[in-house]
């Protein structure tokens, strides 16, 4: 087993099961390997969370930027909102509880995915957008892109929403679709409107 390998089945086991409440013991038990060969990838339980959300986030990276290749902007919107809400389906709430408050290095990590990179893609696809004239002529890109980067940092407060009525999925859909009706010109809604009844958004 190689290190990439280990840490995508670690990741498994904190999202079915939570982070804090498996121990080292826990981990090397459920992945059948031994602790010796756990701490040869990990030096304790905060680097080896630490090291799993870094994994993830290059990974998401990695896709996203595969993903928004080819297509005008809305589609390529529609593209990383797919993406971020795939990846959000099967995240529970303890582990966002657990990251933000018991591994705050891990949690930096996916905070500077959202602010930087979720941010540069999003400024990128509304200056695209608008000169395809699919998004108004009247946006500023970067206070546009960071309204939806709070947007989406709002879907984790758990004082704002019920998550025992909804899901982390369903709230970035409902954003998703919030954002692209609020930015798009009069020739993006009717290209949203025909897209949306094709894939059924």
């Known amino acids: 087993m190689d290190k990439n390998e280990l840490m995508e089945r670690v990741a498994e ?3 079915r099961l939570g982070i804090k409440s498996l121990t ?3 981990i090397s038990r459920l992945l059948g390997i031994s602790k010796k060969t756990l701490y040869k990838f990990a030096k304790d339980k905060n680097d080896l969370v630490k090291q799993t959300m870094q994994l993830a986030i290059e990974s998401d990276q990695q896709c996203l930027s595969e993903l928004i290749e080819e ?3 809305i589609d390529k919107m529609v593209a990383i909102n797919d993406q971020i809400s795939e990846k959000l389906e099967n995240i529970q709430p303890a582990v966002i509880f657990d990251l933000q408050k018991y591994y705050p290095e891990a949690w ?14 999003v400024r ?5 957008g608008v000169k395809e004239g699919l998004y108004r002529d009247n946006l500023e890109p970067e206070l546009t892109s960071k309204i ?9 407060e758990s004082n704002l929403f019920d998550l025992k009525k909804t899901t982390y999925q369903r ?11 609020g930015i798009a010109s009069e020739k993006g ?3 949203i409107k025909s897209l949306f009844k094709k894939i059924k958004y």
Do not use: P
Not at 171 to 181: D, G, V
């Open 13 to 15: 086991l904190f999202m």
């Open 24 to 26: 080292m013991d826990d």
């Open 71 to 73: 297509g005008n902007a």
């Open 108 to 121: 930096k990590i996916m905070e500077e995915h959202k602010s930087v990179f979720i941010y540069n893609q």
């Open 124 to 128: 990128q696809n509304i200056v695209n």
């Open 148 to 156: 939806y980067v709070s947007l989406v940092n709002s879907i984790f």
């Open 171 to 181: 709230l970035h859909t409902e954003i998703a679709r919030y954002h692209l009706r």
């Open 189 to 191: 809604l009717k290209y």
